[in-house]
Nanobody
């Protein structure tokens, strides 16, 4: 059973920063491609960024230059550093694990999901 637990969400002012963490249970963390998704009220879930098994990354245009994904295989943890936060970044953020090749941007390609953590950006 693979479990993902996110943490680090909260309320932050526009322009501020937050770092999300996602701890993955099990001994095969390094074999997963990891991704972060988000879903704002009334909107569809969207891909934010992902990191391959070897550390390559892929990000949505809306967060390039502001968000950075990283992973620590020794700690079974993936991080999302979010800088220069905007009001539009307000959403529930989910981490997810995938067994497919590459860094998929479709949620259907991710087999395991966390419960989500709320990020609220205020003006």
């Amino acid at each position: 059973q693979v479990q993902l637990v996110e943490s680090g969400g909260g309320l932050v002012q526009a322009g501020g920063s937050l770092r999300l963490s996602c701890v993955v249970s099990g001994r095969t963390f390094s074999s997963y491609v990891m991704g972060w998704f988000r879903q704002a009220p009334g909107r569809e879930r969207e891909f934010v960024t992902g990191i391959s098994r070897s550390g390559g990354t892929r990000s949505a245009d809306s967060v390039k230059g502001r968000f950075t994904i990283s992973r620590d295989n020794a700690k079974n943890t993936v991080y999302l550093q979010m800088n220069s936060l905007k009001l539009d970044d307000t959403a529930v953020y989910y981490c997810a694990a995938s067994n497919v090749l590459g860094i998929p941007s479709k949620g259907l390609d991710y087999a395991y999901w966390g419960q989500g953590t709320q990020v609220t950006v205020s003006s």
